[in-house]
């Protein structure tokens, strides 16, 4: 049984700096591409970040471009995602996904097999 959990969502004010977890349990994390993406009310889901199964291949969405950084420890099947620079825009449920095809890092959500439950971040002005 595949399982993410997401961790690490809190309030934070404008400008600050915040790192959130996926720790993933169930698949051969190693070949699999790993994703964040964050949903505010009332709005539709979107990419955020992805990254390959080596670490080697990333892809942002334009508007995180330069702010965040998405990593990965395969040893320990975490994905990381590291947010600087914060905007009230950033605050969303923030979504770990898993992708099983071993390719390039895909943006679209219906391309992910799993998901977690979500971890909140809320940015104040």
């Known amino acids: 049984q595949v399982q993410l959990v997401e961790s690490g969502g809190k309030l934070v004010q404008t400008g600050d700096s915040l790192r959130v977890s996926c720790a993933a349990s169930g698949l051969t994390f190693s070949r699999s591409t790993m994703g964040w993406f964050r949903q505010a009310p009332g709005k539709e889901r979107e990419f955020v970040a992805a990254?390959?199964?080596?670490?080697?291949?990333?892809r942002y969405a334009d508007s995180v471009k330069g702010r965040f950084t998405i990593s990965r420890d395969n040893a320990k099947s975490t994905v990381y995602l590291q947010m600087s620079s914060l905007k009230p825009e950033d605050t969303g449920l923030y979504y770990c996904?898993?992708?099983?095809?071993?390719?390039?890092?895909?943006?679209?959500?219906?391309?992910?097999?799993?998901w977690g439950q979500g971890t909140q971040v809320t940015v104040s002005s």
């Open positions: 990254i390959g199964g080596s670490g080697l291949t990333i």
């Open positions: 996904a898993a992708d099983r095809s071993y390719g390039n890092p895909r943006s679209a959500a219906a391309a992910y097999d799993y």
